[in-house]
């Protein structure tokens, strides 16, 4: 059964840091390209970054370039995303999933999310 079980979520104030993370099970994780959503309330989803299935290669949105770093570990079958200077923008359910630039729910393999806040 594959699962994606994402972790770390939380308060954080303006300007703090919080570390994502999302085990995957279920299925071979480093043949897969990997993506972090968010979806801020009264929002759509919103794709914020994705990494290459070894690691090498990495893309993210405008929004967060310079403050938010994905990274995975292959022999952990574990994805994370490092989030500093956070922002109340910021905001949102994140979720991870598999592909690159993936917002479409339906495909794919998608995890639970989990609840970022940040306060000004």
């Known amino acids: 059964q594959v699962q994606l079980v994402e972790s770390g979520g939380g308060l954080a104030q303006s300007g703090g840091s919080l570390r994502l993370s999302c085990a995957a099970s279920g299925f071979t994780f480093s043949n897969y390209y990997l993506t972090w959503v968010r979806q801020a309330p009264g929002r759509g989803l919103e794709w914020v970054a994705y990494?290459?299935?070894?690691?090498?290669?990495?893309d993210y949105a405008s929004t967060v370039k310079g403050r938010f770093t994905i990274s995975r570990d292959n022999h952990l079958n574990t994805l994370y995303l490092q989030m500093n200077s956070l922002e109340s923008e910021d905001t949102a359910v994140y979720y991870c999933a598999t592909g690159k630039r993936n917002t479409n729910r339906r495909a794919g393999y998608w995890g639970q999310g989990t609840q970022v806040t940040v306060s000004s």
């Open positions: 990494i290459d299935n070894v690691g090498e290669i990495t």
